[in-house]
């Protein structure tokens, strides 16, 4: 069956730019996670919805990130006035409701911001 | 604050030779624990994981891994590699009632053919 689904696979913006980031789970799977991956690190959790209502937001950086899942299905992770710093991989994974269960996940959008 | 720390950033080995990758994870209640690896232009997938049972865990690809409660690790082994298995792999845990993974830093194998 299809796998988890991110676009743009690149996105290149100017500093101060927004961009919207996009993630498509797998069909069926309630728990959608965010992380980011900067070179030579591992992935580093941003935002973990269960259904539409963001459980746990504790790793956003700072509040020019946000992220959506309005229905439940698609999310959106949308960041402002973007700064070099942000330059990284974003993932998203997706994986059953419940504690434990494996999350799958995405080919990631490399971000970069010049 | 939960951490992850695999010891060996960059490993080099010869097709056929055993492969050991340290994890040691600093938590004091129950974790779930993963590893993920990372072939070159892919993405994430699990080689195996632990809930609970026996300690040793078998993955795909041959890997396996030890749960070592008193010594906080779960280090992934594998008896004979094979150039395939060049990648980048990934240590993590679940802790406590959090559904995020906390992640190591990786450690990227390359295997001569």
């Known amino acids: 069956g299809a796998g988890v689904s991110q676009t743009p696979s690149n996105k290149v913006t100017e500093k101060g730019k927004y961009v919207e980031l996009r993630c498509d789970p797998i069909?069926?799977?309630?728990?959608l996670y965010w992380y980011r991956q900067s070179l030579g690190q591992g992935p580093e959790f941003l935002i973990y919805?269960?259904?539409?209502?963001?459980?746990?937001d504790s790793g956003l950086p700072n509040d020019r990130f946000f992220a959506v899942r309005p229905e439940g299905s698609v999310s959106t992770l949308k960041i402002q006035r973007t700064e070099r710093g942000d330059s990284a991989v974003y993932l998203c994974?997706?994986?059953?409701?419940?504690?434990?269960?494996?999350?799958?996940f995405g080919p990631g959008t490399r971000l970069t911001v010049l | 604050a939960q951490s992850v720390s695999q010891h060996n950033h960059h490993v080099i080995l010869s097709e056929a030779a055993s492969l050991e990758l340290g994890c040691n994870y600093s938590?004091?209640?129950?974790?779930?624990l993963f590893w993920y690896v990372q072939y070159p232009g892919q993405h994430l997938q699990l080689l195996l994981k632990?809930?609970?049972?026996d300690p040793l865990v078998k993955g795909i690809k041959g890997f396996e891994a030890e749960f070592i409660k008193s010594k906080f690790s779960f280090n992934l082994r594998k008896p004979s590699v094979q150039w395939s298995d060049t990648a980048e792999y990934f240590c993590?845990?679940?802790?406590?009632?959090?559904?995020?993974?906390?992640w190591g830093l990786g450690t990227s194998l390359a295997v001569n053919p």
């Open positions: 069909s069926g799977h309630t728990a």
């Open positions: 994974a997706s994986s059953r409701g419940g504690f434990g269960h494996e999350q799958f």
């Open positions: 938590y004091g209640g129950t974790v779930n």
């Open positions: 993590a845990i679940n802790a406590g009632n959090n559904r995020k993974l906390i």
């Open positions: 632990y809930f609970s049972g």
């Open positions: 919805f269960q259904g539409t209502g963001a459980a746990d």
